[in-house]
Antibody
Framework: EVQLVESGGGLVQPGRSLRLSCAASGFTFDDYAMHWVRQAPGKGLEWVSGISWNSGSIGYADSVKGRFTISRDNAKNSLYLQMNSLRAEDTALYYC????????????WGQGTLVTVSS | SYELTQPPSVSVSPGQTARITCSGD??????AYWYQQKPGQAPVLVIYKDSERPSGIPERFSGSSSGTTVTLTISGVQAEDEADYYCQSADSSGTYRVVFGGGTKLTVL
């Protein structure tokens, strides 16, 4: 059974940093791209960042480029998101999502970790 | 930047057919994907590669594509289908980037 468990969310002041983690199990982690998707309270889904199976391709939404860094450790079956210079508009539920066979769809999602940026 | 456009809301009565559209300039070149999200739950993939249905998704869910518009069709809508639906695709410019539509709230009357 595929499981994705996010952690690391919490309340943080504007301008500070936070690191999210996603522990994956139930599939061959290093065979698949992985992504972070967020959802602000009462709003729609927003893709944040993605990373290919070997970290050779990485992408970011314009809203986080230069502030967030995605990475993965295939030996630990883990995905990470380093978030720096956090802003109030980064407040959201952050989902870890596994890419499907096509590479661009998300066939499994975690339950999310909540990040609140507030003073 | 690349955008996908969905109607904010669609309403249908039980047993009727719901159609949710998604428009984007790159859709003729990139596959579209559809997700269902119920309150308090993570999204679920219901259609991939424009029209393929994952295992476990009811046959009443189908997808189609025509030019710059893709459509999610739910035949014989049931009360349990009331949810937010999002289309998603990849940027066709060569960058490693994904985009979601704004979402459509399906109300079953």
């Amino acid at each position: 059974e595929v499981q994705l468990v996010e952690s690391g969310g919490g309340l943080v002041q504007p301008g500070r940093s936070l690191r999210l983690s996603c522990a994956a199990s139930g599939f061959t982690f290093d065979d698949y791209a992985m992504h972070w998707v967020r959802q602000a309270p009462g709003k729609g889904l927003e893709w944040v960042s993605g990373i290919s199976w070997n970290s050779g391709s990485i992408g970011y939404a314009d809203s986080v480029k230069g502030r967030f860094t995605i990475s993965r450790d295939n030996a630990k079956n883990s995905l990470y998101l380093q978030m720096n210079s956090l802003r109030a508009e980064d407040t959201a539920l952050y989902y870890c999502a596994k890419a499907g066979e096509s590479g661009w769809d998300f066939d499994y999602w975690g339950q999310g970790t909540l990040v609140t940026v507030s003073s | 930047s690349y955008e996908l456009t969905q109607p904010p809301s669609v309403s249908v009565s039980p047993g009727q057919t719901a159609r949710i559209t998604c428009s984007g300039d790159a859709l003729p070149k990139q596959y579209a994907y559809w997700y269902q999200q119920k309150p308090g739950q993570a999204p679920v993939l219901v259609i991939y590669k424009d029209s393929e249905r994952p295992s476990g998704i009811p046959e009443r869910f189908s997808g189609s594509s025509s030019g710059t518009t893709v459509t999610l069709t739910i035949s014989g809508v049931q009360a349990e289908d009331e949810a937010d639906y999002y289309c998603q695709s990849a940027d066709s410019s060569g960058t490693y980037r994904v985009v979601f539509g704004g979402g459509t709230k399906l109300t079953v009357l």
